[in-house]
């Protein structure tokens, strides 16, 4: 696993034993004990994944997310000790690609960060741009153009629009969805939902009346494409 990650974590424990698993697959770490520490290191260098606690000292992995996804689609994994439904909807809600409860395995959080590194790595490379409804996804660049405005997508976000591209007006349901976007993940089919407004609330006029990414009640989801002439 040749990347960096940076892990935001106040548990020596817990920093030391995902470091030493990490470290095991090949991967360069850089710990910080806080979100405001982290922030600064994010301003003088990249990393491939960030691996974040919520209940930090000072700002909370929440705020931190939110500022963080203003400024960079780097993906992200949550490792929290707070396991409710709420907490894991907001995470993804604000931009966690993944979320894993505490106490954790640390094999399997070593197999979400290599499978979201690949994910991030190999998604439709050999394709430019798409260009829908008047919009342009740039791949290259990861990101989104509306009316010629730049808007960033999370790796997530990226992955689930370039899947319903290459899918069009064909119809899933939320668990196949999980299972070929997510595919390796340990979740809930439940996030397919969250990101699914998400993308509505950048590619839709009206994200509470959607034309381009459909709902079909007791069928699933559909993504009714049109190409720039």
């Known amino acids: ?24 697959e090949g991967a360069e770490t850089v710990v910080q004990i806080s979100a405001e520490a982290a922030l600064k290191v994010l301003d003088q ?17 929440f705020e931190f997310l939110s500022l963080l ?11 929290s000790a707070r396991d409710q439904d709420e907490d ?16 954790f395995s640390p094999r399997v959080l070593v197999a979400r960060c290599r499978a979201l590194l690949r994910r991030k790595q190999g998604v439709h490379a050999s394709k430019d741009r798409y260009s829908f409804h008047g919009m342009e996804l740039m791949v290259q660049k990861r990101c989104l153009v509306v009316k010629g405005r ?16 290459d899918n069009p007006n ?15 993940e340990f979740g809930d ?3 397919v939902a969250v990101y699914v407004n998400k ?3 950048k590619i839709e006029l009206d994200p509470a009346e959607p034309d381009i990414l459909q709902t079909l009640r007791g069928s699933g989801y559909r993504f009714v494409w049109k190409e720039l002439s």
């Not at 996804?69 to 490792?79: D, E, F």
């Not at 730049?150 to 591209?165: A, Q, V």
């Not at 999980?178 to 390796?184: Q, T």
């Open 45 to 61: 260098r990249n990393f491939d994944l960030i691996i974040l606690d919520l209940n930090l000292p000072g700002m909370d992995g």
């Open 170 to 184: 064909k119809v899933f349901r939320a668990d196949q969805i999980f299972k070929l976007v997510w595919s390796n």
């Open 150 to 165: 730049t808007l960033g997508l999370t790796p997530k976000e990226f992955e689930l629009l370039t899947f319903f591209l």
């Open 1 to 24: 696993m040749q990347a960096s990650i940076l892990i935001i974590e106040d548990s020596q424990e817990i920093s030391r034993l995902v470091e030493l698993y990490l470290a095991r």
């Open 88 to 103: 894991m909807v907001l995470g993804l809600a604000l931009g966690g690609d993944e979320y894993v409860a505490k106490p």
């Open 69 to 79: 996804r203003r400024r960079s689609g780097v993906p992200v994994i949550i490792l």
């Open 189 to 191: 089919v439940s996030t």
């Open 199 to 201: 993308l509505r609330k």
